[in-house]
């Protein structure tokens, strides 16, 4: 089980084939890396699996490929969004091996073995998150990076950026997925460590800027900005590029709606005021410090729950997304517009100004 969706195994992939499986996407969610936290935001799975599968179905006619084969009924038939009367949390794809790098310790320090990542490697999920950026919202962890010592032209930036910032032209980002906490790599290292040659390099960047672009067409209808996203990508059982996991919705990309965040961002906002997220930070500098590899058993306290109003104004968040980013309006929920002015109006009222919740 993950954080937020389950994989459903219908046929296991060999290391010459692939597989099939279903993700099953859950009311759950997660932020800063921690895990399930204690509520269910109703209609998120379903939300999330629509617009993924959405976007997954455009990218195909523009013939980009992908590891989506479809969502499934009630009934248990694959079929197309455009084919639904209801929404549905589960969508079929074709499954490849997972292989996860070998942790171990250098000199105190967690490092990771890459080995087995190799240009003669099928079948298998690349270890690494592509993040591309349009723009630089406040909460973009560039904003951190660049505290910490990244310099501007590291981004291939002429200038220290300010948060809101519109980019003239994508920003292309690259971390490592399969490590106990993700970590921005260079594209050398990136390259090196997935076992890629400079073509297959190429390729990841030249689909990346399909999949933005789309994304930020399919956004644009629904009145949203496509800030940033991440997208995943896997090999084939021919080693051909294939986009993974799933694109196009609230948890993978980061939208903003009159300068609003439209994304898990809004419940990352809410988390960052409590001291629980002031003990993660924490938890995650002693696992670095120590080499220790679950950060999470160095933290102090548990997440608290969210309050009634902010857990149904996200619940609407995901719900009105999904109607307007696919146009299926499939979920009964109120317009984008609507549910935003009252985020706003929580936001003024509830998050600014006041005092951090414990």
């Known amino acids: 089980m993950g954080s937020v969706k389950d994989l459903e195994v219908l046929k296991k992939p060999t290391r010459e084939k692939m597989g099939v499986a279903r993700f099953h996407f859950s009311d759950r969610y997660s932020v800063f890396d921690w895990g399930r936290m204690p509520d269910l935001i109703e209609g998120k799975g379903a939300a999330l699996c629509l617009m993924g599968a959405y976007s997954f179905e455009k990218l195909e006619e523009r013939g980009v490929r992908t590891h989506y084969r479809g ?3 009630p009934e248990g038939k694959v079929v197309r969004t455009d084919e639904l009367e209801e929404p549905v949390n589960i969508m079929e794809i074709d499954l490849v091996n997972v292989y996860r790098p070998k942790p171990y310790r250098e000199r ?3 490092r990771y073995d890459y080995s087995i990542f190799t240009p003669d490697l099928k079948n298998f999920l690349v270890p690494l998150e592509i993040i591309y950026r349009n723009g630089l919202p406040e909460g ?7 505290e910490q010592g990244l310099k501007p032209e590291d981004l291939g930036l002429d200038h220290y950026p300010k948060p809101g910032e519109k980019l ?6 690259v971390s490592t997925k399969l490590e106990e906490k993700d970590r921005y790599v260079t594209w050398s290292e990136a390259q090196r460590i997935a076992g890629l040659t400079d073509r297959e390099v190429s390729e990841i960047k030249e689909k990346l800027l399909e999949i933005d672009n789309l994304i930020t067409e ?4 629904a009145g949203l900005e496509n800030e940033d996203g991440k997208v995943e990508f896997a090999f084939d059982d021919e080693r051909r590029l294939m986009v993974a996991d799933v694109v196009g919705t609230l948890d993978e990309c980061r939208f903003t709606f009159e300068g609003l965040h439209v994304s898990k961002e ?9 001291e629980w997220y002031r003990d993660v930070e924490r938890a995650k500098r002693e696992a670095d410090a120590k080499g220790v590899e679950d950060w999470r058993s160095l933290c102090r306290s548990k997440p608290p729950r969210l309050d009634p109003q902010m857990k149904r104004i996200i619940c609407n968040i995901y719900k009105s997304a999904a109607n307007e980013y696919t146009g299926l309006y499939l979920f009964d929920a109120p ?6 002015k009252e985020y706003r109006e ?3 009222r509830v998050l600014e100004g006041s005092s951090p919740r414990a």
């Open 218 to 221: 399919i956004a644009a209808r």
């Open 346 to 348: 929580y936001r003024e």
């Open 140 to 146: 973009s962890s560039v904003f951190k990076r660049l």
């Open 71 to 73: 969502v499934v009924t």
């Open 108 to 110: 105190g320090r967690l």
């Open 266 to 274: 809004v419940a990352r906002q809410y988390y960052r005021r409590t």
């Open 168 to 173: 003239e032209r994508p920003i292309f980002d």
């Open 335 to 340: 317009s984008l517009a609507e549910t935003l």
